[in-house]
């Protein structure tokens, strides 16, 4: 178990290379980020919703949908190498200094609209079975033994199957079955992330299972075409 609230944090930078203005950009009818921010609104096990930017048209917009802005995120949490961890420790810092005990901390990123409340809640639940530091979403993955790399003139394999079977002559299905995390939902216990300064231990991580649609994730503007027609296609239904 864990003691103290259970906290989203929907890091939201202003800054974006590859699609500029991503996280406010129109998806649909509304800005990508209101739909994770409603989505965690929605799940009923969660306390509070913190969204961490530096940037004030994201803030006015996740504000107006409901999340808690509670401070502006410092410069140096805001830059292209920034890394996630810090900028959820920070946000997690800055309740704990205000006397909010924080027991469990969840970590959306907006670039996962089709994430639902639904699937949120049960990977807290999914959390709450098990004794884990930490809990990914994740997707069924690309079988590493197909993947290779370049050798000189020629390929070579990233990881080798075990025995003397050739896994390019193997089905997918005959080999084992391996999952990719989708970046939509993490879970971190408070300690762990307080003296580890990460979201995710290896070591010690249960996981939910997402199908391939709510695990899409947008980085490029491809992507957000993709998401845009899937959701157009869903309302059609």
Request: glycine share 8%.
């Given at each position: ?18 699609l ?24 009923n ?9 530096d940037?004030?048209d ?26 996630t ?17 924080v ?6 990123q ?9 699937q ?9 079975a ?27 394999s ?26 939509s939902?993490y ?20 996981y939910y ?11 490029t503007l ?16």
């Open positions: 178990m864990f003691n103290g609230k259970i906290v989203a944090v929907i890091p939201a930078r202003g800054g974006s290379k590859g500029p203005g991503k996280n406010i950009r129109v998806l649909n009818g509304k800005p990508l980020i209101v739909y994770t921010i409603e989505a965690a609104i929605k799940c096990l969660i306390d509070r919703v913190i969204c961490s930017t940037d004030k994201i803030a006015e917009i996740a504000i107006n949908a409901g999340a808690e802005v509670p401070f502006i995120r410092p410069k140096h949490l805001s830059q292209d190498l920034s890394h961890p810090p900028v959820i420790e920070h946000a997690v810092n800055f309740l704990e200094e205000k006397g909010i005990k027991g469990l901390v969840i970590t959306l907006p670039t996962s609209p089709l994430r639902t409340e639904y949120i809640s049960e990977s807290i639940n999914a959390f709450r098990g004794i884990f530091d930490s809990l990914v979403a994740v997707k069924d993955g690309y079988p590493p033994w197909w993947m290779v790399k370049a050798q000189g003139d020629r390929l070579q990233v990881i080798n199957f075990p025995g003397s079977r050739n896994p390019f002559n193997l089905e997918r299905q005959e080999l084992p079955a391996t999952y990719q995390i989708n970046g939902i879970i971190t216990r408070r300690p762990y992330l307080k003296n580890s300064g990460s979201i995710i231990n290896i070591e010690n991580c249960g299972l997402m199908d391939e649609e709510s695990s899409l994730d947008i980085d491809t992507d957000f075409n993709i998401v845009e027609q899937t959701l157009k296609n869903r309302l059609k239904i």
